[in-house]
């Protein structure tokens, strides 16, 4: 029996879905890329986005119109508001939350199917009293910890997520987080160094530590845990005594709680990335506090301050949203200015759009969608505009890159600098995917470089 797996949404899906596949295959499916293969589809959706909720909808229409042919069982999990859950209670055999996924087989057979897993082996069942499996009123932290324990297959070899936090207490007005995933709830700093340990030990060269706020980690313990610059202190001192290379880096924290302290800890360690991931979402302190962001925008350019100080050569991310209720054309400039300002190597900007169950949902969308469109436009060229200059400054620099592919243009490999910057190459080297290599920079795109292996280029020197 085969399953098909379709994830939505973030890099904490993404995560989630590594783990899923772990408890499907041990049940005995065997993956396919083809959905129409399969006897088991499930979904982990999104309700952060419309328009990941809106491909749900395509995927179960298509999945339901084919059981008319033959016998199938559908499922979706993931990040689920309560209006978009009793939705698809109609459409879908189950649903249920990631943190229930240890349950799975016993849903599976509760309802109906037997397993392949089953038929070799006496199956150790779990107390099921309905036959509808559906999202709990409330979370139990206790399952999202022993979610965690399943040990996940990663779909890289050399990249790879460890979720150290999940839910979200900041109640950010235009965001359904805490309504999907519940209040913030720390993993055990002791089974995040395990699991990156075990990583780094197998080659892998990328790793990043996944929460909705990770440098909040650790407060919900009430002080049994440690806090997120000494989590990244921990991990800095074994990527010391390892003797191995490998890039460290975090998504995403909050500028309420951006400390100091995180900083200077990633300045200590070679193998935490110069990278920094800091969403803004707005440069008006006005629209901050319709947002209830708990941050002004003092606050963030002191952290960019300090970022710019002790990292000099960090890449700093963001995200911003545009047209939010009530955002006037000044509020609008105000952000624009930040984007001169800070110079972002990139932004990661969104019209807005209400999400039932966010607080901002139940006010007016009052701008129109035409003048969302040419916010967003006005943000992308100031984006452009400065990543082409910074992207310039780098011509003629040596860089070290993690090569990560092959690139759309034939011939050539891509490839992330530590800064996480796109870098293609001339090669034909497959043998280079996964592993650090030293490239000359010699040409500059909006959002790319190209470059050359330093080897060839010294090759090229001595003959």
């Not at 689920?80 to 249920?96: G, I, Q, S, T, Y």
């Not at 996924?101 to 089953?118: H, N």
């Not at 952290?303 to 100080?309: A, D």
């Not at 992207?391 to 490839?415: F, M, P, Q």
Request: neutral net charge; hydrophobic residues 35%; glycine residues 6%.
């Amino acid at each position: 029996m085969r399953y098909h797996l379709v994830t939505l949404g973030c890099q904490m899906n993404k995560s989630d879905s590594e783990r899923t596949r772990t408890v499907i295959e041990r049940m005995g499916f065997i993956w396919t890329d083809r959905e129409d293969e399969a006897n088991l589809l499930g979904v982990l959706a999104c309700s952060v986005r419309q328009k990941s909720i809106d491909k749900v909808y395509s995927r179960i229409s298509k999945w339901n119109r084919w059981k008319k042919d033959r016998n199938l069982i559908t499922f979706v999990s993931g990040c689920m508001l309560p209006a978009d859950k009793e939705k698809f209670l109609k459409l879908f055999d189950l649903v249920f939350t990631v943190d229930e996924l240890p349950e799975f087989d016993a849903m599976v057979r509760q309802y109906g199917i037997v397993t392949p897993a089953s038929l070799s082996s006496p199956a150790e069942t779990s107390q099921v009293t309905d036959q509808t499996w559906a999202l709990k009123p409330e979370k139990d932290p206790a399952e999202i910890r022993q979610f965690w324990k399943v040990r996940p297959q990663y779909s890289s070899s050399f990249e790879a997520f460890i979720p150290i936090q999940n839910g979200c207490d900041k109640f950010c007005t235009f965001c359904a987080v805490p309504y999907t995933r519940g209040r913030e709830v720390s993993r055990s700093s002791d089974e995040i160094l395990k699991e990156l340990r075990e990583l780094v030990d197998k080659g892998y060269k990328s790793i990043t530590l996944l929460g909705q706020n990770v440098n909040s980690y650790g407060l919900d313990k009430r002080g049994d845990e440690i806090s997120f610059p000494t989590l990244l202190e921990k991990i800095g001192e074994f990527g010391e005594r390892s003797g191995k290379e490998f890039w460290v880096y975090f998504t995403s924290p909050h500028p309420r709680d951006m400390s100091a302290d995180v900083i200077d800890v990633m300045a200590r360690y070679g193998c935490l990335a110069k990278q920094v991931h800091l969403p803004v979402q707005s440069g008006d302190d006005k629209v901050l506090i319709r947002m209830n962001r708990n941050h002004n925008m003092d606050r963030y350019r002191n952290i960019i301050h300090t970022i710019r100080e002790k990292l000099p050569d960090a890449t700093i991310f963001t995200d911003v949203i545009v047209g939010f209720t009530g955002e006037t054309d000044q509020q609008f400039e105000n952000t624009r200015k930040i984007m001169e300002e800070f110079r972002f190597n990139m932004a990661y900007i969104a019209m807005y759009s209400p999400r039932p169950g966010a607080t901002s949902s139940r006010w007016e969308d009052d701008i129109p969608r035409d003048v969302k469109k040419e916010r967003l436009q006005v943000l992308t060229d100031e984006l452009i505009k400065y990543n082409r200059i910074y992207n310039t400054s780098l011509i003629g620099r040596k860089l070290h890159v993690l090569v990560t592919g092959h690139d759309r243009k034939e011939g050539y490999l891509r490839g992330l600098t530590e800064g996480k910057l796109i870098v293609r190459f001339p090669a034909d080297d497959q043998s280079l995917i996964g592993r650090f290599t030293d490239l000359q920079i010699n040409s500059a795109a909006d959002f790319s470089l190209e470059g050359e292996k330093l080897s060839i280029i010294e090759e090229l020197n001595e003959s």
